[in-house]
């Protein structure tokens, strides 16, 4: 069975953030660590995929 995933944007300055529905519009996105960040929490990763309306 297929696993569907979903992608959601609540940044508002991303442009792939769809603002009716807080849905990114990209198929996937690209996570990467923070550099020097070692906290062991999700903090220490960002969407790599941002892009600045």
């Known amino acids: 069975m297929e696993k569907k ?3 959601n944007c609540t940044v508002g300055s991303c442009k792939y953030n769809n ?3 807080a849905k990114c519009t ?3 996105i690209q ?3 923070i550099v020097n960040r070692d906290t062991m929490k999700a903090d220490e990763s960002m969407c ?3 892009k600045h309306i």
């Open 31 to 33: 996570v990467e660590p």
């Open 5 to 7: 995933q979903e992608i």
């Open 48 to 50: 790599a995929s941002y």
């Open 19 to 21: 603002k009716q529905n």
């Open 26 to 28: 990209l198929q996937t």
